[in-house]
């Protein structure tokens, strides 16, 4: 994961977070994640603003295998809880300012900053995962024609070589 551990990965707003800096965060997210039982293909979905949270959870959820279910906060309630319902995640990824748009039967909710001080504790080792190209990477939901969510599935095969791809541009 890490070829330069100290060029910079990320820049958020004025704060610029190494290479190594985004191994050691992802790491604790992820092993925070394991403590709800999470396995390689379970789907995770995350309901958080923009910053860097939201990069650490997403690498976090990519090292363990599982599949991204990004969500926009700001999309109205009865959309984020229709797309919940479809895709039964295994975990919500969240703030708790945005617990109030989460309705019905949730199955585990991860409050991130009400969690920070677990997450600091947790290992800055991974264990490594074996991930199959077929496992889904990530899940969009659409409208589509009807005005119903719908989801599109796609695999880490096809991520992979997408990132490949803009490697070379």
């Keep these: 994961f890490i070829r330069v551990p100290h060029k910079t990965a990320v820049i958020f707003n004025d704060t610029a977070v190494s290479y190594h800096l985004l191994d050691i965060e992802s790491n604790q997210f992820a092993n925070q994640f394991l403590a709800y039982r999470v396995k390689p293909g379970d789907v995770i979905a995350v309901i958080l603003s923009r910053d860097l949270s939201l990069i650490y959870t997403l690498v976090a959820i990519v090292k363990l295998g599982c599949t991204v279910l990004p969500i926009d906060p700001d999309y109205p309630e009865q959309r984020i809880n229709e797309i919940l319902l479809n895709a039964k995640p295994h975990l919500i990824v969240t703030k708790k300012i945005f617990s109030k748009k989460i309705t019905g039967n949730v199955n585990k909710s991860l409050y991130i900053d009400l969690c920070q001080s677990e997450i600091d504790a947790q290992s800055e080792k991974l264990p ?12 969009l939901f659409t409208s589509g024609s009807t005005g119903k969510p719908k989801g599109v599935v796609i695999g880490y095969a096809a991520l992979l070589n997408f990132l490949h791809s803009a490697r070379k541009l």
């Design 128 to 139: 490594d995962f074996k991930v199959s190209n077929l496992t889904p990477a990530y899940i």
